[in-house]
């Protein structure tokens, strides 16, 4: 099974900042990678798949990078409705599909 | 506009069952694999079990795999889980999502708690 590990665990910003959020891979999944947005009581939200392409009607602050075992999530100029947990994925390996335990961004 | 639907969740005995379901509209459910994902309360995601479009194909995770099952009707737009020896460790909400990944569609998920 691949681990995901996502760093920091949770990221201080004050709105307007970069956010630059980590996930690392135990071993290399191409570009297999996606990342989700989750804010409290509601559904994860896909935000980036393939590593660095968005999904339909995600906004352009939001970049992704990487690959192999490295990836990036960057939120450019955070908005308030950016404030929520960011997961990992990758969907490399066949199965099981992993995540990793998530970023909190939250507002400093 | 595409949307899936959990539903079933609910308080039961360790050693008991459910089943849950999930009901799709807005796009051609049977040309989708899809998945269930779950998340215990605080905590990260956890993928659980994936159904082929025909139902041919299935997978577990080693968590679940020989306690719950996974089915579709594809008549009926509809997915289900069904759970059972459940266990303190299932508490969670079961989210259903298309697959594979990445999973572009996810329901507003269903809670399930374990208790005594």
């Known amino acids: 099974e691949i681990v995901m590990t996502q760093s920091p665990a949770t990221l201080s910003v004050s709105p307007g900042e970069r956010a630059t959020l980590s996930c690392r891979a135990s071993?290399?999944?191409?570009?297999?990678l996606a990342w989700y947005q989750q804010k409290p009581g509601q559904a994860p939200r896909l935000l980036i798949f393939g590593a660095s392409t968005r999904a339909t009607g995600i906004p352009a602050r939001f970049s992704g990078s990487g690959s192999g075992t490295e990836f990036t999530l960057t939120i450019s100029s955070l908005q308030s409705e950016d404030f929520a947990v960011y997961f990992c994925?990758?969907?490399?390996?066949?199965?099981?599909?992993?995540f990793g335990q998530g970023t909190k961004v939250e507002i400093k | 506009q595409v949307q899936l639907v959990e539903s079933g969740g609910g308080l039961v005995k360790p050693g008991g069952s459910l089943r849950l379901s999930c009901a799709a509209s807005g796009f051609t459910f049977s040309d989708y694999y899809m998945s269930w994902i779950r998340q215990a309360p605080g905590k990260g995601l956890e993928w659980v079990s994936y159904i082929s479009s025909s139902g041919s194909t299935i997978y577990y995770a080693d968590s679940v795999k020989g306690r719950f099952t996974i089915s579709r009707d594809n008549a009926k737009n509809s997915l289900y889980l069904q759970m059972n020896s459940l266990r303190a460790e299932d508490t969670a909400v079961y989210y259903c999502?298309?697959?594979?990944?990445?999973?572009?569609?996810w329901g507003q998920g269903t809670t399930v708690t374990v208790s005594s």
């Open positions: 071993q290399s999944v191409s570009s297999n």
């Open positions: 994925q990758q969907y490399n390996n066949w199965l099981p599909w992993t």
């Open positions: 999502a298309r697959a594979p990944p990445p999973m572009d569609v």
